[in-house]
């Protein structure tokens, strides 16, 4: 297994809404950045796992573990962010489920 993606986690923990400024304020912040291995989700896996076929879902696996708080990821240069729906944890590696959105 090669892990040659960049995989971008970021947290939007500080972004809050203002009544003096009436809109959000705030923006996400870059977390860690880490090499990964992401491979797309197959819709037999997608219906066993979920229960329904979920589009654009990918499976991305990481060499330890995941940070603490993070509301996204972002997967290699493309602005597509992807949220988690589950994930396990092995001894060796940690997978992550995401899904766009």
């Not at 940070?67 to 729906?85: A, C, H, T």
Request: charged residues 25%; without cysteine.
């Amino acid at each position: 297994m090669r892990l040659d993606t960049v995989v971008k986690f970021y947290s939007e923990t500080e972004r809050h809404y203002d009544p003096k400024a009436h809109g959000y304020v705030g923006g996400a912040v870059l977390v860690a950045t880490v090499m990964a291995n992401v491979t797309e989700l197959g819709t037999n896996r997608s219906m066993e796992l979920l229960g329904s076929y979920t589009a654009n879902s990918k499976v991305v696996r990481l060499v330890g573990s995941v940070p603490e708080q993070w509301s996204y990821l972002v997967i290699g240069d493309i602005d597509k962010k992807y949220r988690l729906q589950t994930s396990r944890k092995t001894q060796k590696m940690t997978s992550l489920l995401v899904g766009e959105g």
